[in-house]
């Protein structure tokens, strides 16, 4: 069993759609990023929280840690939102685990 | 928010020979720098760790004289493919931590000819 579990693994929507992304993991961790990382490469990463709940415009991020749980949602998607969203939990030494990612699609 | 530049965006080299990636943090001091590979459709695998001053801790499996790496200062940590083969292709990224939050370069496409 892979030590951070995403899903799903792809996702199709429309554009307006709300989306949630999962994430459970199974390590001990200080705290937890989202990355999001287009087809050119380049990893932006969107959140870093360790508890509770982070809102940065149309995106919410949500832990609980008692349930090693995490959710990405994007409200009112949009094309430009399609990328692969990645959880990456972070352990002891700044060291972080990688999720597989979700490949999101948001279609016109 | 903090800036990690990294080069080159994208190198060709010919078998046999090495090739130097640059990982810089812009606006902050970066007390570690780790360096990842990725292969398509793939997570990323975190191949080091480096911390400024002191030798890099390789991950298992990851050959430390192919994969030579130089962290000279609080700002800059370079990666050194050696005698480069065709396997070696790959997408190179570099996070750096300023043990707050982990920022990432842009990463490096090796393609190996």
Sequence with gaps: ?108 | GAVVSQHPSRVICKSGTSVKIECRSLDFQATTMFWYRQFPKQSLMLMATSNEGSKATYEQGVEKDKFLINHASLTLSTLTVTSAHPEDSSFYICSATDDTEAFFGQGTRLTVV
């Design chain 1, 1 to 108: 069993k892979n030590e951070v579990e995403q899903s799903p693994q792809n996702l199709t929507a429309q554009e307006g759609e709300f989306i949630t992304i999962n994430c459970s993991y199974s390590v001990g961790i200080s705290a937890l990023h989202w990355l999001q990382q287009h087809p050119g490469g380049g990893i932006v990463s969107l959140f870093m929280l360790s508890s509770g709940k982070k809102k940065h415009g149309r995106l919410i991020a949500t832990i609980n840690i008692q349930e090693k749980h995490s959710s990405l949602h994007i409200t009112a998607s949009h094309p430009r939102d399609s990328a692969v969203y990645i959880c990456a939990p972070k352990g002891s030494g700044s060291r972080l685990t990688f999720g597989e990612g979700t490949q999101l699609t948001v279609n016109p």
